[in-house]
Every structure is written in C-alpha cells, then in structure tokens.
C-alpha cells in the first residue's frame, strides 16, 4: 500500500481542480480522512484475521461496495459538509475508491479484492510502480521508507498534482 499519508493526494488534487465551491473545506477534511479509512483493516491482522481473508488486509475495505458505503453514509451529512448531496456522495466516493485503486500499483501484498462482494479476486494494475510501505512505524523510518516515500512522490503526488492543475486549468477556460 502506498503509506496511509499519499492517500490523501487524490481528494487534494481533486479539490484543487473543481475548487473550494464545488468542495468547500469540510468536505475535503472528511474526503481526506475517508481516502485512508480502508487500511483501517489491519486492525484485524492483530486480532487474528487471516491476511488472505476477505476481512483481511485489502479486502472488502478496499472495494467499490466499501466506497459505496462510506460515500453514501458521508453524503447523510451534506448540509454540515456545506456540500450537496450529489456532490458529497461522488466527492467521498472518489475519495475511498481511490484507496484500493492506488493499492493495486504497489509491488507488495496478494492484491486488492476490488469487486467484493461479487468476487473475492484480488487485483494489481498491469504496472506496478509504487514501493509497498512497511506496516511498521520503525521500519517505516529506515531507509526503506524514504525509498518509499521517494516513490510515492513520483509515482502517486506528482501525478495527482498534475491532474488537478490540469483540471484548474480547464475548469478557468
């Protein structure tokens, strides 16, 4: 998984490119706590759920249903997001799906169950660039984790920085 942290990139990028009215700022602060919720699985790797599991590590906390779920629950609140519904649900949604998804370009784990509860496959994209992060906070601050973080920033920041710049720009033509 890229660290908990670079799953942020995508709600930000995406704010910056639609902009503070279409994602006022307590919608981007919920989008950006709700793009890190699905590694809250690994509770269960200490509570002895099986990695492999579909309650497991990448499992139905990083699907589109999971998405889904947390989308609609988040919109429940549009008038205290300062959003519309709509716009509450497809922001979030965005937010949570982008998870799994920037999981399946890591070069570590079983992959990602991304249609639970349809199917229990687990998936990687074809390219899988970004270096997995530890799950530990030591092996987090060796030097593995700047290779990490080194490659986030290429591979996940950089791009999603981008994106949004070209969605600003278009957005002012």
Partial sequence: MPTILTHAAVPLALRLGVGGKAVPARLLAVGVIASMLPDLDVVGMHLGVAYASDFGHRGFTHSVVFAALVALGGACFYR???ARFLGAFLFLFAAVASHGMLDTFT???RGIELFWPWSNERYFAPVR???VSPLGIRA???PRGAEVLKSEVIWVWLPA???GLALLAARRR
């Fill in 107 to 109: 070069n570590g784990g």
């Fill in 80 to 82: 205290r997001l300062r």
């Fill in 140 to 142: 987090f601050l060796s």
């Fill in 161 to 163: 920085l981008g994106a």
């Fill in 129 to 131: 660039p970004v270096e």
